[in-house]
């Protein structure tokens, strides 16, 4: 057989080719004749192996291309396997094009058997088999790419190729994937090397919905750290990462590193240098430099404030809100820190496109019913979070006749089952949002919320942004944090109690008090206990204190104060437990305790316990529990009044500082509230030493367990309901006197 | 044509290619033999030539004039049947599915086609009601008798559908069936009931179960196996009166002490389920005559029923009275009787068929303990034992759990016990079968949860299929002499406790049950939802209505009507009705409004029935026969109770458990005391304020807490028996050999 290599004839039939290629059966018929016709074109041998590959005759797809290949001579056969590989690449682009995976793997199959060493094929192989779901390290070995990457330049590689193969072998958790990234990375032109940042970038997305995949994160974080020092979203990424896995000297270093860049930098970025360096010292339960880091930040703030920028870019403005997380950590002074975040977030909003860009949403299926509100929850907490489980018994007694309710829950895993049972099973439609927040912000919109509440507030970024696009008429903020202060928000709710009377004056938000409380849950699930005072070598008649807390609510003022209760009272013991770094916080307690002469004997470090069930049952060893102050615990406050323990909290000026008071006074005790830091130590002690007292405390506590207002979830979603019913008339009225005065 | 029988010449059907050449040819020969058409049109079907096959038999019966239609198609079915009977028989389930649908579609009046059709189905898994309707089995059944049916069929066609079809159309197949039966129709009633009896009890289906039964019932109503199914069913699914109702028609058909005796055991049995105790003391009083009858006759021609009712017919005198010494001589000679009477039928445990080998090596220097119980599930006895299965020293003990009519694919079983030990055996009411697997385990000490609370356990035990054997936890001991060893504890038993046990009794240091806490869920009660004031003083009793005995009511009444602005919460299953009037009726007695009981209806589940007693202030216990569970839950709720303490184990194990949880307030040792107690904890906030407090503190310290202490003691005293155990060995075989 003589063979033309001709490209011409290729072409013309290509035209056709165009048109039958969605149909097999037609392509064989064609190409046959093809064939038969002229048994000289080589390209319809091509195109004919193809068809039958298509077809699934992938033995006849070989005899075919096999045909002109076996005649061909020495000389011709390289650019026939050339000509062919061009004719597969082609199919197999129009069917990734076509989205139909499967066969376009087929095809690339094919083309490996013939190039194994094409590059750009095996990087298209490794994002078809991610997208078919059957990418594995097992593949990535048996096609040699690491090997071939270090053999060659990828220079000419398509960018929008590798991006795509690099996020594909970032959620393979391997090491192989992790020499193979390396091998792209480092052979990368150096003109290229944003591409770095963006594989950071999509590691840290990956570690978000995988938190299990922490120490591969780290890695390759760091590898991307290594070839490309001193980039700040780089180090922001494995900064926190660090933290999230508890390496927090190495955290503290890349922050560290982080404020030194950013020294002559806006000062919004030195701001959020001086936030990220807070976090990763108080997250470790490193207090040294509180006063340096609080000082500066509030100076920084300052200087913000006052150049009141423009035109931030999405990055900088996007974490405006949350940078003063930490203030009130570290001291209770509602009155400047809140008139502080309240302007800094008027800088917020004004860098916030005030429209919501057309998105495509789809409309609400549920139809709204006459007289009926529609109420919108927003948050990231709604699983077995802090939130989750203080916030379903709204979800489980909401009265679903008066109200639809709609949840929009952000960055939450769609099969947890938490989710479903106390919250999506309750409601009447339930969004998992990812896009981002001009996205849900339309969808919130589409929905024709009346009254959407975030559970959020400056926790999260993303709530913070959503919010600030009021796509509801009436926004309020309830129970995730102190308020953001953010204009668009209109309510912040409070009781009576957990702000002070002239809390007004420095928030931007309306407070609305609720009559009694502002949270109520109907209990708590509770395990077996693990822990028996044997075990700890602590004697039975002992005096068990307890603080269980992370590392950012251990203000060292607070722990000198509890270091004092337990030198006070002899035979006494303190449990100490939380998430934090466990040297920093043994060195800490440990340095405090030798300033006021305590030795180690008293205190117990414990391990976090398996689930939630277990801790609660395990607070039971305690016969005291010591409260953080100016940061009150919230959850632990309400399982350990629930558990019936006698607890010491101090009251102080700010939400955070007042959360122990509302729900003590609210579980029918006010025995261990302090109003100074003198009275937290006095009630420490005198609990500590008197048995009766907390007999009677436990006493109270247990029969307000039936009785109590923070434990009657139906009587406080009356009450929320009726403040949600409340608010939609004043915002009918105001848009009546709008209306008139037009 | 002709119509021919001669089969003679047939050929071999199975290999349906040649015999399809044969019988073609065959036909070319000779159109007219019609067997020809039948075989070809067979040997098409079995090569998956169905249309051919169809064409092929229409040719004779095409052609037939109305006589030789049916004598044509009689020759057809009698080949197909023929033919289907072969393939089931080679196992070929698929082939004769396929020949008897033809055949069905040929005459579908045949029943027994129909029922092979249910056992094919059955086989190849495709049965469902449908077909059951479709294939009008119970019209059919109707038109037949005994005589044209196969009675292994009918009895095949019973079984499966008591597996497979729990429907009302299921239920009317079974009656077809059952009524078909002859002079056998007893025996086979008495099959079905035990059957759904064992249904019943893996609760899988349960008003199934007692459904058939009443059609058993009706079928056979002086079968007493029916009566006696009925009763337990009836009571446990709250049918308190019908259950009464069965338990007297029991009682009217038998004649014989022992029966009478059984018959006035279950009789008390579903009235004091139901929480009547009306007529309740005089019942047990002539309950006492039929014992102690049955002692003096000392029977031992009792057939195997028989005996399985005698070991457990005293258990209700625990509940009437407090008097060991009385109860416990009277159980011990029954518990002869019962032995006696096992050793006669002298079963060969080592002929019992379906034994497992032990698969797992015995390990030198370690005992292998097996649990015998049909409660390792979510049972009072399996919340509290499953600590024991949690810190067992598996180096030290090779674990084997029998668990007797228990669902194999409980997930709480699986959890607390399968998972935790060596081997876990399900078992149905076979105690030969049990007994066997126990011996041929070679257990070293065999531990006895059930005792008196269930028959097959004691039958098992019996046997004496292992060398040591203990009774513990799951109520009094049994006394039968096969038993070494009853747990105990210094409390739980009073000090000259041995005069009158069979048993040794085994004292365990500190307690006899060590729990490690309860799992507690979300309360659903609150006091306004029951109308009582937050500040009122709230008393609970949650019990069965087995134990509230009204001597100790009226205590409780008194109590309540001492003590200004108390309630008085009831709960536990009883009949609802009963149970009111009859705290009515003693509230009016002690002149007590109504207005301060509260009745409460049951959980939705164990977690939140814990979590709700929370609402009480005072719980009040039962006297002669005290709560067990309740009681550690109420302790480990942290709420004050008030018992009184007795002489039988029944009326000291919250004696015990108060004790080892660090409390003596509430212990009361007369009903005087009771009373004095429970009005003192009502009055006196403070005092309830200093319990809770030290049942609060005793949680991480005290003994009855303390499951990882309780498990080392309990095995230091396997090890110690079976020290004393072979040093009984060594002695016994050196006197052998010194004679």
Not at chain 1, 24 to 34: C, H, R, T, V
Not at chain 1, 42 to 52: E, F, I, K, P, Q
Not at chain 1, 148 to 171: H, K, S
Not at chain 1, 215 to 236: T, W
Request: hydrophobic letters at 40%; one cysteine or more.
């Amino acid at each position: 057989m003589q063979v033309q290599t001709s490209i011409s004839p290729i072409a013309s039939i290509d035209s056709q080719h165009e048109q039958i290629c969605q149909q097999q059966p037609n392509a064989i018929d064609f190409y046959e004749l093809a064939v038969a016709a002229d048994e000289t074109i080589t390209s319809n041998y091509w195109h004919l192996g193809v068809a039958y590959l298509l077809a699934g005759r992938e033995d006849d797809a070989q005899a075919t291309w096999l045909t002109p290949l076996f005649a061909a001579t020495e000389i011709d056969i390289e650019s026939l396997t050339n000509n062919l590989i061009g004719v597969l690449e082609q199919a197999a682009q129009d069917r990734a094009e076509v989205t139909d995976l499967q066969q376009a793997w087929l095809l690339r199959q094919h083309i490996w058997t013939f190039a194994p060493d094409r590059v750009e094929n095996i990087l298209h192989l490794i994002c078809l088999t991610k997208k078919i779901g059957t990418l594995t390290t097992e593949l990535l070995i048996e096609w040699q790419i690491n090997e071939l990457l270090q053999a060659t330049t990828i220079d000419n590689i398509d960018e929008d190729l590798l991006e795509r193969a690099l996020g594909a072998l970032i959620t393979i958790n391997t090491d192989p994937s992790l020499e193979i990234i390396k091998s792209c990375l480092k052979g990368l032109p150096s003109n290229r090397n944003e591409l770095i940042t963006t594989v950071a970038n999509t590691l840290f997305k990956v570690f978000n919905q995988q938190p299990a995949s922490g120490l591969y994160a780290v890695k390759l974080a760091e590898l991307c750290n290594d070839l490309q020092p001193n980039i700040l979203s780089i180090l922001e990424i494995l900064n926190y990462l660090y933290t999230s896995t508890g390496s927090y000297h190495k955290a503290i270093e890349t922050a560290e590193q982080y404020c030194r860049l950013t020294l002559s930098s806006t000062s919004v970025s030195q701001l959020f240098a001086n936030y990220q360096l807070q976090r990763t010292h108080f997250t470790a339960g490193n207090w040294q430099k509180k006063d340096q880091l609080i000082n500066r930040h509030q100076q920084l703030l300052k200087e913000v404030i006052q150049l009141s920028p423009h035109g931030l870019d999405r990055s900088q403005h996007q974490r405006l809100a949350v940078i003063s997380f930490f203030l009130p950590y570290i001291e209770d002074n509602p009155r400047i820190n809140k008139s502080l975040q309240n302007q800094l977030v008027t800088i917020y909003q004004q860098n916030i496109p005030q429209t919501i860009a057309e998105v495509e949403t789809e409309k609400s299926t549920l139809l709204k019913k006459t007289g009926c509100l529609r109420i919108g929850y927003i948050g990231m907490g709604l699983t077995s979070h802090s939130v989750g489980w203080l916030s379903r018994w709204l979800i489980h007694h909401h009265d679903r006749q008066s109200f639809q309710v709609f949840l929009y829950c952000l960055n939450t895993n769609q099969d947890d089952t938490f989710n479903h049972q106390w919250f999506r099973d309750k409601v009447d439609i339930t969004s998992y949002l990812t896009g981002s927040h001009e996205d849900i912000a339309a969808q919130i919109k589409a929905d024709e919320i009346d009254i959407l509440i975030d559970v959020d507030s400056v926790t999260y970024d993303i709530t913070c942004l959503v919010m600030a696009h009021k796509p509801a008429p009436v926004q309020v903020s309830w129970l995730g944090w102190d308020s953001s202060g953010i204009p668009t928000i209109d309510y912040f709710i409070a009781d009576p109690y957990v702000l002070a009377s002239d809390a007004q004056d420095y928030y931007q938000e309306k407070i609305w008090r609720l009559p009694q409380t502002y949270l109520a849950v109907d209990g708590f699930e509770i395990g077996t206990p693990t822990l028996r005072r044997e075990d700890l070598d602590i004697p039975a008649d002992a005096i068990v204190y307890l603080s269980s807390q992370s590392g950012y609510k251990r203000h060292p003022d607070c722990v000198r104060a509890q270091m004092e209760i337990i030198k006070a009272v002899p035979n006494s013991y303190f449990l100490i437990k939380g998430k934090s770094d466990g040297t920093t916080i043994q060195n800490f307690f440990g340095e405090l305790a030798a300033e006021v002469r305590i030795s180690l004997d008293r205190l117990r470090f414990l391990e976090r316990d398996i689930n939630e069930y277990t801790h609660r049952a395990n607070l039971e060893i305690a016969d005291i529990v010591l409260d953080t102050y100016p940061y009150n615990g919230a959850t632990t406050t309400l399982e350990t009044l629930w558990m019936g323990i006698p607890l010491v909290t101090q009251v102080g000026q700010q939400f955070a500082a007042r959360n122990s008071y509302t729900f003590m006074l609210n579980a029918g005790i006010e025995e261990g509230i302090a109003w100074s830091q003198d009275e937290y130590i006095e009630w420490g002690i005198k609990l500590g030493l008197d048995r009766d007292l907390r007999n009677k405390i436990h006493g109270k506590l247990r029969s307000g367990r039936t009785t109590a207002p923070v434990w009657n979830g139906k009587q406080f979603t009356r009450d929320l309901e009726q403040a949600y019913q409340q608010m939609w008339a004043i915002y009918q009225g105001q848009q009546q006197n709008l209306d008139s005065l037009n | 044509m002709q119509a021919i029988a001669d089969v003679s010449t047939r050929i071999d059907l199975h290999s349906p290619i040649q015999s399809s050449e044969f019988y073609e040819s065959a036909i070319s020969a000779d159109e007219t033999r019609t067997d020809n058409y039948w075989y070809l049109g067979v040997s098409y079907l079995l090569s998956g030539r169905e249309d051919d096959a169809q064409a092929t038999w229409f040719v004779p019966l095409s052609v037939a004039d109305s006589d030789e239609i049916d004598t044509f198609t009689d020759e057809l079915l009698i080949i197909l049947n023929q033919e289907a009977n072969y393939q089931a028989q080679i196992l070929d389930f698929a082939k004769a599915w396929l020949l008897r649908q033809h055949l069905w579609s040929i005459s579908p009046d045949r029943i027994d086609n129909s029922l092979h059709m249910i056992s094919l189905a059955n086989r190849l898994d495709l049965l469902a009601e449908e077909q059951l309707s479709e294939w009008q089995i119970v019209n059919l059944l109707k038109t037949v008798s005994i005589a044209d049916i196969d009675e292994d069929l009918l009895k095949e066609t019973i079984s499966i559908i008591l597996e497979n079809i729990h429907t009302d159309l299921g239920l009317e197949v079974i009656e077809s069936c059952l009524q078909l039966f002859g002079d056998s129709r007893h025996v086979m009633i008495s099959k079905v009931v035990v059957a759904a009896f064992n249904l019943f009890c893996q609760q899988k289906t349960g008003q199934f179960a007692i459904r058939l039964v009443e059609v058993c019932q009706r079928l056979s109503p002086k079968n007493i196996r029916v009566y006696q199914a009925l009763v337990l069913m009836y009571s446990d699914t709250g049918n308190h009166d019908r259950s009464i109702a069965a338990a007297e028609n029991y009682d009217r058909l038998v004649s014989s002490p022992i029966d009478k005796l059984f018959a006035s055991y279950m009789i008390q049995r579903s009235s004091l389920a139901s929480g009547d105790w009306q007529d309740g003391i005089n019942k047990i009083n002539r309950h006492w005559q039929s014992l102690e009858q049955v002692v003096r006759e000392f029977p031992d021609d009792l057939n195997r029923e028989q005996i399985l009712h005698l070991i457990t017919s005293s258990v209700f005198l625990a509940y009437a009275e407090d008097n060991p010494r009385k109860y416990r001589s009277v159980q011990n000679q029954i518990a002869e009787i019962y032995q006696h009477n096992i050793d006669i039928i002298d079963s060969d445990l080592l002929q019992i068929p379906s034994i497992n080998d032990c698969i797992t090596p015995k390990k030198q220097g370690v005992l292998r303990i097996g649990y015998l119980a049909s409660t390792l599930r979510a049972h009072s006895v399996g919340w509290l034992t499953r600590w024991l299965f949690k810190y067992h020293d598996r180096q030290s003990f090779q674990v084997f759990n029998y668990c007797i009519n228990q669902n194999p694919n409980d997930g709480f079983n699986h959890q607390w016990f399968r998972d935790k030990v060596d081997i876990s055996y399900y078992f149905q009411n076979n105690p030969e079968q049990i007994a066997a697997q126990i011996k041929a385990d070679n257990i070293d000490i065999l531990i006895d949860l059930d005792s008196l609370t269930l028959d097959i356990s004691c039958f098992v035990m019996a046997y004496k299929p292992a060398p040591i054997q203990i009774t513990w936890l799951g109520w009094d001991a049994s006394g039968l002499p096969s038993i070494d060893y009853f747990i105990a504890d210094p409390y739980v038993l009073p000090d000259d406790a041995q005069d009158y046990y069979s048993e040794k009794i085994w004292r365990l240091p500190q307690t006899y049950l060590g729990v490690e806490g309860f799992e507690v869920g979300i309360p659903t009660l609150r006091r306004e939802d029951l109308n009582i004031p937050a500040d009122a003083v709230v008393y609970f009793s949650s019990q069965i209505g087995y134990k509230r005995h009204p001597d100790c009511i009226r205590a409780q009444m008194e109590i309540i009507k001492a003590v200004p602005n108390s309630y008085f919460l009831i709960k536990g299953k009883s009949d609802a009705a009963t149970i009111q009037d009859f705290f009515g009726k003693l509230a009016a007695e002690v002149g007590i409004s109504m207005d301060r009981i509260r009745f409460l209806p049951q959980a939705a589940d164990e977690f939140t029935h814990r979590a709700n007693l929370a609402i009480a202030d005072v719980v009040l216990d039962t006297f002669p026969y005290n709560g067990a569970t309740t009681t550690l839950e109420t302790l480990w709720m942290g709420i004050p109770m008030v018992t009184q303490v007795g002489k039988q184990f029944a009326a000291r194990n919250s004696y015990t458990f108060m004790l080892n949880a660090g409390i003596e307030e509430g212990i009361a040792w007369s009903q005087a005391e009771y009373i004095e107690w429970g009005i003192k904890l009502g009055l006196d906030r403070d005092l309830r304020d200093t319990i809770q407090g030290k049942l609060r503190s005793g949680r991480t310290t005290a003994p009855v807490w303390n499951a990882k202490q309780f498990t080392l003691d309990l095995e230091q005293a396997y090890r110690d028996m079976w020290a004393k155990y072979q040093a009984k060995q060594q002695e016994v075989s050196a006197d052998y050999s010194h004679n």
